[in-house]
């Protein structure tokens, strides 16, 4: 969907990754172009020091050669540095804004918004297009941030950081949360630090979060892959208009939901194989993913 448009919770457009957490806002105000594919959100500080900026672009440079688009905040410091990356690059990034469409906050970064839009991404909201960035907007912000994405990164943070509200978000909503280590006697190192200590996974390159969320790069690559056929044979009725792997999964989720393992086991399939019909039917609203890698038929 592209241009300007209103998308309403459970209408047509609106992000599958983003309907499926518990507090997805009702209504969510676009200007530009919303692909289905997959994001990963790059969030930390607006105070960055170099080693953070450069770690920033490294990785959003590396989701945009890999078709995967970032997902940020457009605030200043490491979101800016991450949406320019992508777009230098030559790939995509979503920005959520703390204020509507027509009041672009920070100010300095209006142009980056038209850029954005202008290479093929997006700027999302869930405020009126004349809403006025206000101090409560933009931790409510956060959630969104981290409900586009198959999981987020935290590059550089102190202890009250925002970047580690979105953390906290992402973490509710059952995606994976990432860290990028820092040097232990750096101030803004001490967010990533505590989430790592907490459990946090480490990221020093997208190969580290792509080793654990295969489906982050099928996702991006979804529009692009040949349709596969299997000799699986769903249950009646459960399959309508599916593809045999995909009224596999409906018929085993008929009696309640299972986790990736699970399905794993009944299947007897590969991961990457299971996590990409997995995606197919998400994305069609067949089946709800909920913390703890859980599936359930909607």
Not at 101 to 118: G, H, S, T
Not at 267 to 288: A, K, M, N, Q, V
Request: net charge negative.
């Amino acid at each position: 969907m592209n241009g300007d448009a209103l998308l309403r919770l459970g209408g047509e457009g609106y992000p599958a990754l983003l309907a499926s957490v518990p507090d997805a806002p009702d209504e969510l105000h676009l200007r530009g172009t919303l692909k289905t594919c997959g994001a990963l959100a790059i969030v930390g500080s607006r105070r960055p020091t170099p080693y953070g900026r450069r770690m920033a672009r490294l990785l959003a440079g590396q989701c945009a050669r890999q078709g995967i688009v970032v997902v940020s905040g457009l605030a200043r410091g490491i979101d800016t540095e991450a949406h320019q990356a992508a777009l230098a690059a030559g790939g995509l990034t979503w920005a959520v804004l703390g204020s509507g469409l027509d009041r672009v906050y920070p100010q300095e970064n209006a142009k980056l918004a038209e850029a954005i839009v202008r290479g093929g991404g997006a700027l999302l909201s869930e405020l009126p297009p004349d809403a006025e960035p206000k101090p409560f907007h933009f931790p409510r912000r956060n959630r969104i941030v981290s409900g586009l994405s198959w999981g987020t990164v935290v590059v550089e943070g102190g202890p009250k950081s925002g970047a580690l509200i979105t953390a906290k978000a992402a973490l509710g909503q059952g995606r994976e949360v990432f860290a990028v280590p820092g040097p232990a006697d750096s101030p803004m190192s001490e967010g990533p630090l505590e989430l790592l200590r907490q459990g946090a996974l480490m990221a020093r390159d997208l190969d580290d979060v792509l080793s654990e969320i295969p489906a982050l790069v099928q996702d991006a690559n979804r529009g692009n892959e040949e349709l596969l056929s299997y000799n699986d044979t769903p249950s009646p009725g459960v399959g309508a208009g599916l593809g045999a792997e995909e009224g596999r999964i409906m018929a085993l989720l008929a009696g309640g939901s299972l986790s990736l393992e699970e399905l794993s086991e009944e299947t007897g399939w590969p991961t990457p194989r299971l996590l990409r019909s997995l995606t197919e039917l998400e994305g069609r609203g067949r089946i709800l993913s909920a913390p703890g890698q859980r599936y359930a038929r909607t």
